[in-house]
């Protein structure tokens, strides 16, 4: 089989962003595998770039297992977050600038102090600076919200958007709080920080040690989503979005009609 072509995997799902319009799923039919999917995860940051956006940090993806069961996918992946991508606190967005946007549940951190690569974080306060509620805005490039592992990884893990709602210091423990998504006042789903790889924290060492493998090191000033603590609801136009962390408060979004 002919190698995949980078360049022009990338170019078809950053376009596919920017149109707003689905394309069908590629990896099986390029022969894509994970390592060449986060080559065409940083030719697409690469293009980002070129267009004048900033690197501001990383994601992980289906850290719970309530994620890995919505999309069927079941590894720990990670994607690039932009300037561009953020919402400020009880923000807008356009839910026609995306395909089929999906809201979900997760606690960010703020980067500080991280250990040279290969090293575990050790203590956990002096690699973060501090925590907050968040809401992260998931759109797949691909029809049907339907992917491969490849195939996800390479469309930069379904990032579209991100809310940061207000930091905190970081607590005593992040293990065990409780963690609701509410659409227009109501519940739409509940969970735990536990569900994140049993601790959130656990998965700045993930992120650390999978990024590391393709040479990114995390930054300080970098924000870090740890990945959803349940599954994804679809953003409706009109939608009114929380997300309410245990102990670090709530972070919102509204969906214009
Ligand atoms: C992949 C991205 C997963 C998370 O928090 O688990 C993710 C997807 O669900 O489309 O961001
Ligand atoms: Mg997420």
């Given at each position: 089989m002919i190698a995949?072509d980078v360049?022009?995997?990338?170019?078809?799902l950053?376009?596919?962003?920017?149109?707003?319009?689905?394309?069908?799923q590629?990896a099986a039919?390029?022969?894509l595998?994970?390592?060449t999917?986060?080559?065409v995860?940083a030719a697409?940051?690469?293009r980002?770039?070129?267009?004048g956006q900033?690197?501001v940090?990383?994601?992980?993806?289906?850290t719970?297992?309530?994620?890995m069961?919505?999309?069927?996918?079941d590894?720990v992946?990670?994607?690039r977050l932009?300037?561009?991508m953020r919402?400020?606190?009880?923000?807008?967005?356009?839910p026609?600038?995306?395909i089929?946007p999906?809201v979900?549940?997760e606690?960010?951190?703020?980067?500080d102090?991280l250990?040279e690569?290969?090293?575990?974080?050790?203590d956990?306060?002096n690699?973060?600076?501090?925590v907050?509620?968040?809401?992260?805005?998931i759109d797949?490039?691909y029809?049907?919200?339907?992917?491969?592992?490849p195939?996800v990884i390479?469309?930069?893990?379904?990032?579209?958007?991100?809310?940061?709602?207000p930091?905190?210091?970081?607590p005593a423990?992040l293990?065990n709080?409780?963690?609701?998504?509410e659409?227009?006042g109501?519940v739409?789903q509940?969970?735990s920080t536990?569900?994140?790889l049993?601790?959130p924290?656990?998965?700045?060492d993930?992120g650390?040690r999978?990024?590391g493998r393709?040479?990114?090191?995390?930054e300080s000033?970098?924000?870090f989503?740890?990945?959803?603590?349940t599954?994804a609801?679809?953003?409706?136009?009109?939608a009114?979005?929380r997300?309410?962390?245990e102990k670090?408060?709530?972070?919102?979004?509204?969906?214009?009609l």
């Amino acid at each position: 089989m002919i190698a995949p072509d980078v360049a022009g995997i990338a170019e078809k799902l950053g376009a596919a962003a920017d149109a707003a319009t689905a394309i069908p799923q590629l990896a099986a039919e390029t022969g894509l595998d994970v390592d060449t999917a986060y080559a065409v995860q940083a030719a697409l940051l690469q293009r980002r770039l070129d267009a004048g956006q900033r690197l501001v940090g990383l994601k992980m993806g289906l850290t719970s297992r309530a994620k890995m069961a919505q999309v069927g996918v079941d590894e720990v992946i990670w994607g690039r977050l932009t300037d561009a991508m953020r919402v400020p606190d009880g923000g807008v967005v356009d839910p026609a600038a995306y395909i089929h946007p999906r809201v979900e549940p997760e606690v960010a951190f703020l980067l500080d102090r991280l250990p040279e690569p290969g090293e575990p974080v050790g203590d956990f306060a002096n690699a973060v600076r501090a925590v907050a509620p968040a809401i992260e805005l998931i759109d797949s490039r691909y029809a049907d919200f339907r992917f491969s592992l490849p195939d996800v990884i390479a469309d930069n893990t379904s990032a579209a958007a991100f809310v940061i709602g207000p930091w905190s210091p970081v607590p005593a423990g992040l293990d065990n709080l409780g963690v609701l998504l509410e659409v227009d006042g109501r519940v739409a789903q509940v969970g735990s920080t536990a569900a994140i790889l049993g601790d959130p924290r656990r998965a700045l060492d993930e992120g650390i040690r999978l990024a590391g493998r393709h040479g990114v090191r995390l930054e300080s000033g970098w924000v870090f989503l740890a990945g959803a603590a349940t599954a994804a609801v679809p953003l409706r136009p009109g939608a009114h979005v929380r997300a309410v962390v245990e102990k670090l408060g709530t972070a919102s979004l509204r969906a214009s009609l």
